[in-house]
């Protein structure tokens, strides 16, 4: 069975940097699809970023673009989200997500991690 855990979430203050790390276990692969989500108090869970790894390309929502950067440790099975220059509206639970192939809604979720920023 899949298992997602993330870690690295905190406190930061706008313009900090913090960097959430997904380790996963179980059968997952170099080639798999794995993603950020966030979701903010009273707000839908929305996408962030995902790295296809059959294809090893990337991809952000605008809101993040330029400041997050989704990368992979296969050797560790690890997947990292690097936050720079954030913003008080980043203020969320951030989830890691994977699946086997692309798809926009990903059937394993680890159990969030909270980022909080200060303004």
């Known amino acids: 069975q899949v298992q997602l855990v993330e870690s690295g979430g905190g406190l930061v203050q706008a313009g900090g940097s913090l960097k959430l790390t997904c380790a996963a276990s179980g059968p997952t692969g170099s080639k798999w699809l794995m993603g950020w989500f966030r979701q903010a108090p009273g707000k839908e869970r929305e996408f962030v970023a995902r790295?296809?790894?059959?294809?090893?390309?990337?991809y952000y929502a605008d809101s993040v673009k330029g400041r997050f950067t989704i990368s992979t440790d296969n050797a560790k099975n690890t997947v990292y989200l690097q936050m720079n220059s954030l913003k008080p509206e980043d203020t969320a639970v951030y989830y890691c997500a994977a699946d086997a192939h692309f798809t926009t809604t990903p059937r394993y979720w680890g159990q969030g991690t909270q980022v909080t920023v200060s303004s």
């Open positions: 790295l296809l790894g059959n294809v090893g390309r990337t």
